[in-house]
């Protein structure tokens, strides 16, 4: 070929090349006004949306799409369907190396590969089209359109292929969160919370709504009926607001045994005939059989009734009567025990369980002032100790007795005086007795072994008269003795007088018998240390309780 036709084909080539180059600043300045759309031989436009100058593509907060509002909208001409994917065609190599020296030879073969349709590009990977309500992430903060250009111009491909793992991004499902479930504040029943179910519901839920709500009713009275007998039930046992027991130091404690306060003669009986094995096997299988009142019942409930006195003058009065359950039985037996005392009301809040070893030890130990039990050998090692201790013996015929005041009768020698007087009386006849007491009218009789009771109950007595309360006491004491007035009484009151106690009421008997008049007074107990007064009291329904101290108790042995 000539060197002027080659001259000539090169200034052609130049010609073009230089007009190419200027339909591409054209197009270049067109994307940077209304967005980057690229274009190329024989494949379809695609408009790009703009990016911040990190590659991410800005987004109006109000498109519910991947297009970004940058992107013009589809001319008529373009098709609308949703399946068409989209391509992205990358600039072609001659723009992106036309600033580099190239050899006419290499010119020559980009020259071809331009001239020739570029092949459509492939396709996105295939990704579902992302549904119209999802919500994309938030986009960044946009930037200026010059740092955008930049990032493009530098980096074409880098820049590309962030817009595809943005688009890609954009399409995954975002993720669930597991928000805490927050716990109901307040139960509802099944006929409360009704109201706020859907009325949709189901059909073939519809036939099993009747059976479902009928069982719910029948629960819900089920659970009524149990919460009404608890409610009663526990309005029958002391709860917890039942008043505290007072300090054992300050409090006049009463130590009473379980056969003295309850009647347990079928098991006494069972333990004497079969053995202690067989005892406890009928105790536990009777365990919740409620114990019948024994003869100590009646006054143990009048110590109650004069506490309650008590708190209602003085709330926080320590001196007052404190019960102590002390019996030698087993702990086994402890609970119908318990379910006795609860039962009845009992207020009784400490228990001495000794499992057959005598509780006569534990008597000191628990400040006992007086103690009360249904056997005499027990009865009388109290007295040897110096406690005073009485047998408890029940009337034979039923007595009403006064509930709303504690009634206390005594004998006076051996039981609130000294046996001094029965000696001489026992060894020298009733007139040396006679004529030893005028002597000795003004000093006093030494003390026996309920004197120190007498005294708690006067002292509880100044109590209630300190508040005008004399003759509403709640507390009332008798002397009843054999003694004559006219002979040996003087003695008797002077004494009275001398320790500074008061007696309610004074019967003297002159050796007449005790059952008629204790008939009258029915007290709660009745103290005397001769049997057969004790016996007969008690055939006339009086609850006695036999002092085993004195000349008398040698004589009888």
């Given at each position: 070929m000539s060197q002027t036709s080659l001259k000539q084909k090169k200034k052609n080539e130049t010609g073009s090349r230089n007009s190419k180059d200027s339909l591409d600043t054209e197009k270049r300045k067109d994307s940077e006004k209304s967005g980057v759309r690229l274009s190329t031989q024989g494949s379809q436009e695609l408009s790009l949306p703009k990016t911040d100058s990190r590659g991410y593509v800005v987004r109006n907060q109000w498109s519910r799409t991947s297009r970004s509002p940058s992107t013009r909208a589809p001319s008529v001409e373009e098709p609308r369907s949703k399946n068409t994917s989209l391509k992205v065609e990358?600039?072609?190599?001659?723009?992106?190396?036309?600033?580099?020296?190239?050899?006419?030879?290499?010119?020559?073969?980009?020259?071809?590969?331009?001239?020739?349709?570029?092949?459509?590009?492939?396709?996105?990977?295939?990704?579902?089209?992302?549904?119209?309500?999802?919500?994309?992430?938030?986009?960044?903060?946009?930037?200026?359109?010059?740092?955008?250009?930049?990032?493009?111009?530098?980096?074409?491909?880098?820049?590309?292929?962030?817009?595809?793992?943005?688009?890609?991004?954009s399409r995954e499902p975002m993720p669930q969160r597991d928000y805490p479930r927050t716990p109901p504040t307040e139960w509802k029943a099944y006929t409360q919370r009704r109201s706020t179910y859907s009325s949709q519901l189901d059909q073939d839920c519809l036939s099993e709504l009747p059976r479902q709500h009928h069982q719910r009713e029948e629960e819900e009275d089920e659970d009524e009926a149990y919460w009404a007998s608890v409610k009663t039930l526990y309005e029958k046992i002391p709860s917890c607001s039942r008043p505290r027991p007072p300090k054992p130091k300050n409090a006049i404690t009463i130590a009473v045994s379980s056969r003295a306060l309850f009647n347990m003669v079928d098991g006494?009986?069972?333990?004497?005939?079969?053995?202690?094995?067989?005892?406890?096997?009928?105790?536990?299988n009777n365990e919740n059989v409620i114990l019948t009142p024994g003869p100590a019942f009646r006054f143990v409930k009048a110590l109650q009734h004069v506490n309650a006195r008590l708190r209602e003058l003085y709330p926080s009065e320590q001196d007052l009567f404190d019960i102590v359950l002390m019996t030698n039985n087993h702990a086994q037996v402890g609970v119908r025990l318990i379910n006795s005392v609860n039962h009845y009301g009992l207020l009784i809040d400490r228990f001495c369980l000794t499992g057959g070893k005598s509780p006569i030890g534990y008597l000191k130990a628990y400040l006992t002032n007086l103690y009360l039990s249904a056997d005499s050998e027990k009865v009388q090692e109290a007295i040897q100790e110096g406690i005073a201790s009485a047998t408890m013996f029940d009337g034979a015929k039923d007595m009403a007795y006064c509930d709303t005041q504690l009634r206390v009768a005594f004998d006076g020698d051996a039981v609130l005086f000294s046996d001094e007087s029965e000696h001489i009386a026992k060894e020298h006849g009733l007139d040396k007795f006679f004529q030893h007491e005028t002597l000795f009218e003004n000093k006093p009789l030494a003390q026996g072994p309920l004197k120190g009771f007498l005294e708690d109950l006067g002292r509880l007595q100044k109590k209630f008269y300190a508040k005008d309360e004399r003759l509403l006491c709640p507390i009332r004491t008798y002397l009843v003795t054999a003694r004559s007035a006219a002979s040996s009484g003087a003695r008797v009151l002077k004494t009275l007088r001398r320790w500074g106690l008061e007696i309610d009421e004074a019967l003297f008997l002159a050796g007449a018998p005790k059952g008629p008049i204790l008939v009258k007074i029915r007290p709660h107990i009745f103290f005397d240390d001769h049997m057969f007064h004790i016996e007969?009291?008690?055939?006339?329904?009086?609850?006695?309780?036999?002092?085993p101290y004195g000349i008398n108790q040698k004589m009888n042995n």
């Open positions: 990358l600039p072609s190599s001659s723009t992106t190396s036309r600033t580099s020296s190239t050899s006419p030879s290499q010119q020559e073969s980009l020259k071809q590969l331009s001239e020739e349709p570029s092949p459509p590009t492939p396709p996105l990977p295939s990704t579902p089209p992302m549904p119209l309500d999802s919500h994309p992430p938030t986009p960044p903060e946009p930037f200026s359109s010059s740092r955008r250009s930049t990032k493009m111009h530098e980096n074409p491909e880098a820049w590309a292929h962030g817009i595809v793992r943005e688009i890609r991004d006494r009986k069972i333990y004497e005939e079969e053995g202690l094995e067989k005892y406890m096997e009928y105790q536990l007969g009291a008690q055939k006339f329904g009086t609850i006695t309780a036999h002092v």
